[in-house]
């Protein structure tokens, strides 16, 4: 494979005569069109501003093409080396008195090869300019070799060269770096809609096994009053099915914010509340404050459920005939506290908190606890916040 063949390779497929052209011209690599940009002012200065030390034709032409070389090996270095080391030993022995710049397009080929990670070919193409300025001494012992000049333009390339090197590999590697960050996050994206789905799943496959064992469990009470809690307990499970629901398709379209977002989702769970109370035939009275409805969703999630298992409870326990009051509210600031206090005319006077509510509270880092007083049992529900409460 040829060095132009090389060069054209590494692009994308061939569409056209004027895209080959103009991928041959910026190359494969990052670092190539910088590269071919800095050898074509060195030689245009080379062109326009070199100094000629003699009029004849044969000279003129080998000096310009001399510096076209520079820019020619920027794309064939190995070729372009072989075609200096030729035309400069044709110019020693033509005009061995005269200036030799056939050596600097191959310390350029050096460059362009080490720029690539080629170090075989840096150091051969390195060796062979130095040969080459050796070789022209030989040949013509009236030009002395500049050991300064050979050991400046061998550094200067050869920093040059590593320095794309290492620019171009620090460019892959971010490449490299962004597309693995990118399949991850799509995988990401993946898993997370095969959790939607699932969790989609167990919500409705729960929500109607569970309606399913109430529904049995009430065709076997034979009177009305076995009945009313778990026609409440049905409503309360047929609405927090909902609420699950309607959560999970909303993580579908955004983040769960504004309006339709923690604030709907607390009416729509308050309303579901005071619809499962008067079905039990109980009458509750709800008051909550206005800082709920800046409380974060996942905060409200879990409130809804604290009152949930407040009000199936009181359907329970609590005495038909006498009202049963439940209020939220915040209390503190930093920390602040979300409070849960329900009271009701209790028929038995055990005292103890609901057990499922204290675990729940104990798992929030929050607190339960209960009480009765001339008959009235009295249950309060803390949950820490767990950030300031954000303003209107």
Request: glycine letters at 8%; charged letters at 20%.
């Amino acid at each position: 494979m040829t060095d132009s063949e090389r060069t054209v390779g590494g692009g994308p497929p061939r569409t056209g005569l004027r895209d080959r052209a103009l991928r041959c011209l910026v190359g494969p690599r990052f670092i190539d069109l910088p590269t071919r940009a800095l050898t074509f002012i060195v030689a245009a200065s080379g062109i326009f501003w070199g100094v000629l030390e003699s009029d004849d034709l044969a000279y003129v032409t080998l000096y310009y093409v001399s510096q076209i070389l520079v820019l020619v090996v920027a794309f064939i270095p190995l070729s372009g080396s072989v075609l200096c080391v030729v035309l400069g030993a044709l110019l020693c022995i033509r005009y061995p008195d005269f200036l030799n710049n056939f050596d600097f397009p191959i310390y350029v080929a050096a460059a362009v090869m080490l720029s690539r990670g080629r170090w075989r070919s840096w150091l051969g193409l390195s060796l062979l300019a130095m040969g080459f300025d050796f070789g022209m001494h030989a040949l013509s012992p009236n030009s002395p070799v500049d050991f300064g000049y050979v050991a400046y333009t061998a550094v200067l390339t050869s920093a040059l060269g590593i320095s794309g090197f290492l620019i171009e590999r620090r460019l892959n590697r971010e490449l490299s770096t962004r597309a693995r960050d990118a399949r991850e996050y799509e995988q990401r994206v993946q898993n997370e809609r095969i959790d939607l789905a699932i969790n989609a799943h167990d919500t409705i496959s729960q929500g109607l096994a569970t309606e399913a064992a109430i529904i049995r469990l009430l065709s076997a009470q034979a009177t009305e009053e076995e009945r009313i809690p778990m026609l409440t307990e049905l409503s309360l499970v047929n609405a927090d099915t909902k609420q699950q629901l309607s959560h999970l398709l909303a993580r579908l379209t955004g983040p769960v914010t504004g309006p339709t977002g923690g604030s709907g989702a607390l009416y729509q769970g308050l309303d579901a509340l005071r619809a499962a109370a008067e079905t039990g035939r109980i009458e509750l009275r709800l008051e909550h404050s206005a800082e709920l409805e800046r409380l974060p969703i996942e905060t409200i999630n879990d409130m809804l459920l604290a009152m949930r298992e407040l009000v199936t409870n009181m359907v329970k326990h609590a005495a038909r005939d006498q009202p049963c009051e439940l209020k939220v509210f915040v209390e503190g600031c930093e920390p602040a506290e979300l409070v849960l206090a329900s009271r009701n005319y209790a028929l038995d006077t055990a005292g103890h908190p609901p057990r499922s509510l204290s675990l729940r509270a104990k798992r929030l880092g929050g607190s339960c606890t209960a009480g009765v007083e001339d008959g009235i049992y009295s249950v309060e529900f803390r949950l820490p916040l767990p950030c300031s409460i954000p303003p209107d």
